[in-house]
């Protein structure tokens, strides 16, 4: 048997810089089977190649073929959770990922990209370009950014 299957799918598991044993645990998939597939003795099924998708975002196309991008895009992977959950419970999932303070920065990004989509003032946009600009300079221009900030916009610290 071709073995560029199981080469990918080690190649893959050596990139996440886990041995077999943990890969098997991870995708719940026994370590014997993981070990035959990677050796071209048995091909992957679609639960196999599916646990890795779901767990990893790993791209099966790529392991079945060695075409196209190692890992799943965002945006497909977003796609497969409709899928497999439904609308309304992927809505509820996301509303509550949205809430929780740990994926703050994700949520501002997220309103921070409806805004700029948005049509808006020139000079608006001005401005905002330039504190991107200094914040990308470095560590002292972002502590400066958010010195300026916070005191023109003194209600907003503590509301985000």
């Known amino acids: 048997m071709e073995n560029g299957i199981g080469k990918r799918i080690q190649q893959f598991r050596e990139k996440l810089g886990l041995n077999q044993g943990e890969f098997s645990r991870e995708i719940k998939i026994s370590q014997t089977t993981v070990s035959r597939v990677e050796s071209g ?14 767990r990893y975002a790993v791209n099966p196309n790529w392991i079945l073929t060695g075409e196209g991008a190692m890992f799943t ?5 977003i796609l497969k959770g409709l ?7 992927m809505s509820v999932a996301l509303t509550k990922i949205l ?4 994926f703050a920065k994700f949520r501002l990004l997220l309103e921070a990209g409806e805004l700029v989509s948005d049509d808006i003032d020139e000079e608006l ?21 958010m010195g300026q900030l916070e005191m023109a916009f003194r209600e907003v610290k503590g509301n985000y």
């Open 73 to 77: 895009r965002a945006e497909d992977y």
């Open 99 to 102: 809430k929780n303070p740990q």
């Open 83 to 89: 899928e497999l959950f439904g609308e309304k419970e």
């Open 41 to 54: 003795e048995k091909k992957p099924s679609k639960a196999f190649l599916n646990a890795m998708m779901v």
């Open 125 to 145: 946009a001005a401005y905002l370009l330039y504190i991107i600009k200094n914040w990308r300079e470095g560590e002292r221009k972002q502590h400066w950014v």
